[in-house]
């Protein structure tokens, strides 16, 4: 159901002013668009929806191929030492599968963190005060937030995951949570702790703070502005913090018609970039199933 998802209540906000149930009826020249946006936001998820909204750079192969090119030399060494000489020509989507199958069972898991080695080196995220497991949390945001893991309170979970910081903030916008949250603070409260306390809140309930989060977040949590950059330039788009930036005065708090409105300003980037990603869906879907 649209309410599962992360984008779910953005979803219901543009079918129901598409059926004349919103606050004001769309103007007639809006309405192609709000046609266009529903499938579009189905396809592109959250990260997908920011980058493109916040007036970065048309996608280029050179962004696209950045960080792949690093993946892939880790990953033909790696199959070298096994042993692996049929990886020298393959293109990624082979490569990645070949080294899986290769290391066994544990085969997805070393694919994983091998990325995310990569992407932490490649991006010098060390002169950033980060560390190698906050690319792996970044990449529980990308599994949680789009395809067949697409889950609003799977995604508010993985969001809590990324510091301590977050995961206070984050409960202190449901009620009864205080107890937890200074728990939290305290350093006396376990993982699945947190995590179960969203269990009694319907997704409705916790998609509708979404924008609130991304908001804050994109302000405060430097782990966050990462998942953002690094998800758009592995699809080629050279987002960077000053384009964030941009997204402060569409993220309102309380409803999404600002947000609408420039993505319906923004629609001809987004088409550019969907034509862009569609082109090179092989390989897409090859790093994001590893991710």
Same mark, same amino acid.
């Given at each position: 159901?649209?309410?599962?998802?992360?984008?779910?209540?953005?979803?219901?906000?543009? @079918?129901?002013?598409?059926?004349?149930?919103?606050?004001?009826?769309?103007?007639?020249?809006? *309405?192609?668009?709000?046609?266009?946006?529903?499938?579009?936001?189905?396809?592109?998820?959250?990260?997908?929806?920011?980058?493109?909204?916040?007036?970065? /750079?048309?996608?280029?192969?050179?962004?696209?191929?950045?960080?792949?090119?690093?993946?892939?030399?880790?990953? *033909?060494?790696?199959?070298?030492?096994?042993?692996?000489?049929?990886?020298? &020509?393959?293109?990624?989507?082979?490569?990645?599968?070949?080294?899986?199958? *290769?290391?066994?069972?544990?085969?997805?898991?070393?694919?994983?963190?091998?990325?995310?080695?990569?992407?932490?080196?490649?991006?010098?995220?060390?002169?950033?005060?980060?560390?190698?497991?906050?690319?792996?949390?970044?990449?529980?945001?990308?599994?949680?937030?789009?395809?067949?893991?697409?889950?609003?309170?799977?995604?508010?979970?993985?969001?809590?995951?990324?510091?301590?910081?977050?995961?206070?903030?984050?409960?202190?916008?449901? /009620?009864?949570?205080?107890?937890?949250?200074?728990?939290?603070?305290?350093?006396?409260?376990?993982?699945?702790?947190?995590?179960?306390?969203?269990?009694?809140?319907?997704?409705?309930?916790?998609?509708?703070?979404?924008?609130?989060?991304? +908001?804050?977040?994109?302000?405060?949590?430097? @782990?966050?502005?990462? &998942?953002?950059?690094?998800? =758009? *330039?592995?699809?080629?788009?050279?987002?960077?913090?000053?384009?964030?930036?941009?997204?402060?005065?569409?993220?309102?708090?309380?409803?999404?018609?600002?947000?609408? +409105?420039?993505?319906?300003?923004?629609?001809?980037?987004?088409?550019?970039?969907?034509?862009? @990603? @569609?082109?090179?869906? &092989?390989?897409? =879907?090859?790093?994001?199933?590893?991710?």
């Amino acid at each position: 159901m649209a309410g599962d998802r992360v984008l779910g209540g953005l979803l219901q906000d543009v @079918r129901a002013s598409l059926d004349g149930e919103g606050a004001e009826p769309p103007a007639e020249a809006d *309405r192609p668009g709000l046609e266009r946006l529903a499938p579009d936001l189905a396809e592109i998820g959250l990260f997908g929806l920011l980058a493109t909204i916040a007036g970065a /750079p048309d996608p280029t192969d050179e962004v696209f191929l950045e960080v792949r090119r690093r993946i892939e030399d880790r990953v *033909r060494a790696g199959l070298r030492e096994e042993g692996v000489t049929e990886a020298e &020509a393959a293109l990624l989507p082979e490569l990645l599968r070949l080294y899986a199958e *290769r290391k066994g069972s544990r085969g997805p898991d070393l694919l994983r963190k091998l990325v995310a080695n990569a992407i932490f080196e490649f991006y010098e995220l060390k002169e950033h005060g980060l560390f190698v497991d906050d690319v792996s949390r970044i990449f529980d945001l990308y599994r949680s937030g789009g395809g067949t893991g697409d889950d609003i309170r799977a995604f508010f979970r993985a969001l809590m995951a990324l510091s301590s910081e977050t995961a206070r903030f984050m409960l202190g916008l449901f /009620p009864g949570q205080m107890p937890l949250i200074f728990r939290i603070g305290q350093r006396a409260a376990e993982r699945k702790e947190i995590d179960a306390a969203l269990d009694e809140f319907a997704p409705a309930v916790v998609q509708k703070r979404l924008f609130a989060v991304v +908001k804050s977040l994109l302000q405060k949590e430097k @782990r966050f502005r990462l &998942a953002c950059i690094v998800w =758009a *330039r592995l699809h080629g788009i050279a987002l960077g913090r000053e384009h964030l930036d941009r997204l402060e005065p569409v993220l309102a708090v309380k409803d999404t018609k600002e947000l609408v +409105k420039r993505a319906l300003e923004t629609a001809p980037a987004r088409e550019r970039w969907l034509q862009f @990603r @569609r082109a090179r869906a &092989a390989d897409v =879907a090859a790093l994001e199933g590893v991710l």
